[in-house]
Nanobody, 121 residues
């Protein structure tokens, strides 16, 4: 599985940004996709995930402000993170991930390259 994430950039507090993630390869065994984020000097933090049945889950810090959605075609699977009412505390590198579950019983998380989100006050 290969992931490419995009979007992000600079926004003012209260503004919005949208992230996108594209998964290719053996997408049929991806159970869920989502994002983590990592701010300087802080541990990596889970942000949101979207299960294959379109059930969304959010961390408390973004609940009510971020919306995760997804789409798919024959050879690719897409995930989007709409980030609204951004706060300076949302500043971080956002990393898309996909949880893959093989038919042999092993599982693995695949990661995108990350995209910077910077929110100014």
């Amino acid at each position: 599985v290969q992931l490419v994430d995009s979007g992000g950039g600079l926004a003012q507090a209260g503004g919005s940004l949208r992230l996108a993630c594209v998964a290719s390869g053996d997408i049929s065994r991806i159970e869920y996709m989502g994002w983590y984020r990592q701010a300087p000097g802080k541990q990596r933090e889970w942000v949101a995930s979207l299960v294959s049945d379109d059930t969304a889950h959010y961390s408390e810090s973004v609940q009510g402000r971020f919306i995760i959605s997804g789409d798919a075609d024959v050879i690719k699977r897409f995930a989007y993170l709409q980030m609204n009412n951004l706060k300076p505390g949302d500043t971080a590198i956002y990393l898309c991930y996909a949880h893959y579950s093989s038919s042999a019983g092993w599982a693995k998380d695949y990661w995108g390259q990350g995209t910077q989100v910077t929110v100014s006050s």
